[in-house]
């Protein structure tokens, strides 16, 4: 079955401690997102790889990293996180740019 | 710059009743428009998808959208809702293919 696969599906945690988000793909799609969503904002784009080691930031990318070193897989690092990173976080594929995102079920994160 | 506008954070109808969900955009060229749903607890799904092959999009579960670029709009809309409507909404912009833009949702309640 094609799928985005995202964990942790939950994850409270406290501030300052370092926390990763895993996000694999099994459809050998070229491009991969991660995006935020907030109440009233929608879905805000924080960095997105096009190929395997290229990467670039979206519009909130402070206080992320991410890293693509192999195709499937697009991991989001909060190296340091704080309050105000506490989201609702998604990962998504596409084969190409301009084609339909595949969405993972999404990682909700709280930081206190 | 692209941007989407979204009328209506929420929307209520009827059984039976016409959905209608508005959604205006801005681009300096030809954009891709996407309309995706999110039900509760999960990622986003594809609902259809407009690339300039024809203004009238049809997607999934009976819903479709139509591209007018005189008004830089592409609403969504379905002639009779069901229970399982209910759900958020969103509508997406892309001219870049790095690049999406989400609008800020509509949440669509259906009442019996």
């Known amino acids: 079955e094609a799928q985005v696969t995202q964990n942790p599906r939950y994850l409270i945690t406290v501030t300052g401690k370092k926390l990763t988000v895993t996000c694999s793909q099994n459809?050998?799609?070229?491009?991969m997102s991660w995006y935020r969503q907030d109440p009233g904002l929608g879905l805000r784009q924080i960095y997105y790889?096009?190929?395997?080691?290229?990467?670039d930031k979206g519009d909130v990318p402070e206080g992320y990293k991410v890293s693509r070193k192999e195709k499937r897989n697009f991991p989001l690092i909060l190296e340091s996180p704080s309050p105000n990173q506490t989201s609702l976080y998604f990962c998504?594929?596409?084969?190409?740019?301009?084609?339909?995102?595949?969405f993972g079920d999404g990682t909700r994160l709280s930081i206190l | 710059a692209q941007s989407v506008t979204q009328l209506g954070s929420h929307v209520s109808v009827s059984e039976g009743a016409l959905v209608l969900l508005r959604c205006n955009y801005s681009?300096?060229?030809?954009?891709?428009l996407f309309w995706y749903v999110q039900y509760p607890n999960q990622g986003l799904q594809l609902l259809l998808k407009?690339?300039?092959?024809?203004?009238l999009v049809k997607g999934i579960n009976g819903f479709e959208a139509e591209f007018k670029k005189s008004e830089t709009s592409f609403h969504l809309t379905k002639p009779s809702a069901h229970m399982s409507d209910a759900a958020e909404y969103f509508c997406?912009?892309?001219?870049?293919?790095?690049?999406?833009?989400f609008g800020t949702g509509t949440r669509l309640q259906v009442f019996p």
């Open positions: 998504a594929s596409s084969y190409r740019g301009f084609e339909p995102q595949h």
């Open positions: 459809m050998n799609h070229e491009y």
């Open positions: 790889s096009m190929n395997v080691e290229v990467t």
């Open positions: 681009s300096s060229v030809p954009p891709y």
């Open positions: 407009y690339t300039s092959a024809a203004t």
């Open positions: 997406a912009v892309s001219d870049r293919a790095d690049k999406l833009i």
